[in-house]
């Protein structure tokens, strides 16, 4: 196969890549919005305000690549979208009504009357635990190849309950680089608390990877490609081991290494994923239908592309410099 | 019911739930803008007075609008498959533009424009409110470019049962395309025009005196007596172009079961689709011939043109249509009566000493845009069944196989959801409104205008 020139070949190829670059950019950044949604219980009424002013002027946007990486599914891979969404029916109904609360509920808190604040801080913590819980099944179930059977409900649900834990965990970090004085701390105390869940998540869905196929196990384990796999779970248990030992050392003088738990959380949820994509490329439905199979008319396709080689840019663009005006510690979110 | 009835139901709530905020930020956003740059041009702190307390509104109805866009784009592929595997390569690139050049824009803006004045410069926050109105409304062009293409599909080839795009400005420019989307901004003009109104009068009402309240009730009504005849001018338009590609939309909406001239205009009646004729009808004489031919014995075509030989409907069901389109209509006429009406008792006794009664019907008419806005909808949605896509795609070949007890337990939760939020959304805007009504100045330091030195700014713990 020569990869960049036939456009049959190539156009599905960068759709993916693109695909799951924006899948990657929303679960590190709404990762990270849901998780500091799930520490709310863990805060006192000050703190909470103080959790949802470091998400306040992000979190629109952050959601917005969900609708980018689902969009290029629809868009490029149409009967991958009809196939994927179809089965996880209902999962993907709990996760919209999770993300419908969540937003929602981030608003109404702060505008509703004092009183109904408690309710709408409730909400606000059970629209995010629906939407990470729904996330984390249906990345199970994906793993599994979309088959509703009841050994792959029960993986499905404690993928759920890892990648939970997992955004808490990245969540807290966020918080490390975004508060300080005792929130600070206790965002410390959180992310010591949610470390095993990115650590066990990790572990099952990689113990469970290759097992799914023959070809997946051929990819892992045969010699030479053992050898470009390697580099994935050493830089992952280095990154781990380097958590584990900074958490246990922060905060220090003048708030160095405050950014440094953000950091290597994001590194661990790319070299998740990139090893996730290492191993189901070319299949965008496990085992079932390749990201060529599944593309849309390969000029429909090139009219995307030249708009998005215009566009990306600029969205990361505006991006960063939204993420550079509200640079430095959350303070009290204001209009004015 | 069967699935297909149920998915329609469903991804009807969705759609008519999520229409709601869009139409309220489009035209806000602008309104906004107008806030800021009358803040800039006069220095008068009123203008930022409206500016604070509108922008919250703002805020709330955007992440309204979010969440339930997010939830429609999954709903493509979790009840309607068919829809992206045959018009897939159209629908496509439209919806990828609307997220690239337009979501993305308003969501990043929304954030500076929100929380940003005291963090960057002025002429920036201004350029942010600007980035953000005019986020929406390319938003609103992609969608109802692809929404137009579904009405009046063209610029494009099948081959083996799917769409190919053949040619990109004609699919971009089709034909109804211009209209609708002119409609739909006017709509949302409209909407706020009342809402800001409406709030307006309330406060007013109850009591409150400023002078931001009292120029945001002549906004309001100088923007809705300005509008409305844009609107029944465009609206007519709209309709004679439905009438040339989509007759059987028109014959419905005017309740017209034969074809031929001298048709009356069906003020009100009962359509009955198993006798194929209306009850109760009260009629003008060669009404509709005059509206739509422009003369008494132009020739309307009827909803028996669109029955097949072997006895298939291929028509819309009639009622739905039939008082969507009444309820839009009556709902415009009254917005003609009240905003003209406001006009005049602005001049004769001004803002501050409105008739209290006029006041009362203006905040019962706060939510009225809404009411248009839906029943239009409907009017054109359910009026181009049974296709999906105009003569190209039947709704029913588009569902997915899913249960139908599954979308029954999909459909409640969505509409519970739905019902709290509305009435928790309008409960936050009169709760805001008597906020402010009561003397909760909500801002409390000096803004600078565009122009004015930057101390005054640079003030991040505010």
Redesign the interface.
């Known amino acids: 196969m020569s990869l960049f020139s036939d456009p049959a070949v190539w156009l599905p190829w960068t759709f993916a890549a693109l695909m799951g670059l924006s899948i990657l950019i929303y679960v590190v950044l709404d990762g990270f919005d849901l998780g500091v949604g799930l520490l709310m219980p863990l805060a006192d009424a000050r703190e909470k305000d103080m959790l949802v002013a470091s998400i ?3 979190w ?2 952050n ?2 690549w ?3 990486a ?7 891979f ?2 991958a ?6 089965s ?3 999962p ?2 709990f996760m ?2 999770g ?6 509920s ?3 808190r702060a ?3 004092p009183r109904q604040k408690n309710m709408w801080n409730a909400s606000f913590f059970a629209g995010s635990l629906l939407a990470a819980l729904s996330q984390g099944f249906m990345l199970g179930m994906y793993v599994m190849g979309l088959e509703w059977t009841r050994s792959n409900v029960a993986f499905a649900m404690l993928t759920a309950v890892f990648l939970t834990v997992g955004y808490s965990f990245i969540g807290a970090t966020w918080l490390i680089l975004k508060t300080d004085g005792a929130l600070q701390s206790h965002a410390i105390r959180w992310a010591k608390g949610g470390i095993w869940g990115l650590i066990m998540g990790i572990g099952a869905i990689s113990l469970a990877t290759p097992f799914v196929s023959a070809r997946i196990f051929d990819k892992w384990f045969g010699m030479p490609q053992m050898l470009y796999l390697l580099p994935f779970p050493v830089l992952s248990a280095t990154l781990i081991g380097f958590l584990w030992w900074k958490l246990r050392r922060l905060p220090r003088e003048n708030d160095r290494w405050a950014w440094s738990p953000f950091v290597s959380a994001t590194a661990l949820f790319v070299l998740a994923f990139g090893g996730m994509a290492y191993s189901f490329y070319p299949y965008v439905v496990p085992e079932q239908i390749t990201i060529y199979e599944a593309a ?2 390969p ?2 396709l090139l ?2 592309l030249v ?2 080689l215009f ?2 840019p600029a ?1 990361l663009g ?2 960063v ?2 993420y550079y ?2 640079r ?1 510690k959350a ?1 009290e ?4 | 019911m069967d699935t297909l009835l149920l998915s329609r139901i469903q991804f009807g709530a969705n759609i008519s739930f999520h229409i709601l905020f869009p139409t309220m930020t489009i035209a806000l956003g602008w309104m906004l803008l107008f806030f800021k740059l009358r803040f800039n041009a006069t220095g008068d702190r009123k203008w930022m007075d409206a500016y604070m307390f509108w922008v919250k509104i703002f805020a709330l109805s955007f992440a309204m609008g979010v969440v339930s866009g997010i939830t429609m784009s999954f709903q493509f592929g979790t009840n309607w498959p068919g829809f992206m595997e045959t018009v897939g390569n159209v629908a496509g690139p439209l919806l990828a533009y609307e997220i690239m050049t337009a979501f993305f824009l308003e969501a990043v803006f929304l954030g500076i424009m929100l929380f940003g004045a005291s963090r960057v410069k002025p002429w920036v926050h201004t350029m942010a409110t600007f980035l953000v109105a005019f986020g929406t409304t390319m938003s609103t062009f992609w969608i109802i470019v692809l929404n137009s293409w579904m009405h009046t599909p063209q610029g494009f080839e099948l081959r083996d049962g799917v769409v190919h795009a053949t040619d990109w400005l004609q699919i971009i420019f089709n034909p109804s395309m211009p209209y609708r989307f002119v409609h739909m901004m006017l709509a949302s003009g409209l909407t706020v025009a009342f809402l800001i109104a409406g709030v307006s009068a309330l406060r007013l009402l109850w009591g409150d005196r400023s002078e931001a309240v009292k120029s945001t009730l002549r906004v309001g009504i100088i923007a809705g007596a300005g509008l409305i005849p844009l609107q029944i001018l465009a609206g007519d338009m709209h309709g004679l172009n439905t009438l040339e590609y989509q007759p059987a939309k028109v014959a419905a909406m005017e309740g017209n079961w034969e074809t031929g001239p001298n048709v009356p205009l069906v003020l009100f009646a009962v359509p009955n689709q198993q006798t194929r004729s209306n009850d109760f009808e009260v009629a003008i004489p060669n009404g509709a011939s005059l509206i739509l031919k422009h003369s008494a014995d132009g020739v309307v075509p009827g909803l028996n043109d669109f029955v097949s030989e072997d006895g298939e409907i291929m028509h819309p069901r009639v009622a739905p249509v039939f008082y969507g389109f009444r309820v839009m209509v009556g709902t415009g006429m009254a917005m003609l009566a009240l905003s003209w009406g406001g006009l005049v008792l602005l001049r004769r006794y001004g803002a501050g000493n409105m008739p209290k009664l006029a006041l009362y019907v203006f905040a019962g008419m706060s939510f009225s845009g809404w009411i248009a806005t839906l029943a239009g909808w409907y009017t054109t949605e359910i009026g181009r069944q049974p296709w999906l896509v105009q003569g190209v795609l039947a709704t029913k070949d588009a569902v997915s196989d899913v249960s139908s007890g599954m979308v029954w337990t999909t459909l409640v939760g969505y509409l519970v959801i739905y019902a709290a939020l509305i009435i928790a959304y309008i409960g936050v805007i009169t709760y805001l409104a008597r906020k402010a009504t009561h003397g909760d100045r909500l801002p409390t330091r000096d803004y600078p205008t565009a122009g004015a030195a930057a101390p005054a700014m640079l003030q991040p713990g505010e």
């Not at chain 1, 689902?70 to 490029?76: D, F, T």
């Not at chain 1, 993300?99 to 929602?104: F, K, P, Q």
């Open positions: 306040g002027p992000f629109d946007a959601e917005t969900l609708v980018l689902i969009g290029i599914l629809l868009v490029a149409p009967p979208h009809g196939l994927i969404l179809t996880l029916y209902l993907v109904f919209l009504i993300l419908i609360l969540r937003g929602v981030f608003e109404l505008k509703a009357p849309s008319a000029e429909s009219i995307i708009g998005t566009v990306l969205i505006y991006t410099l939204s005006i509200f430095g303070t979110l204001r209009y004015d």
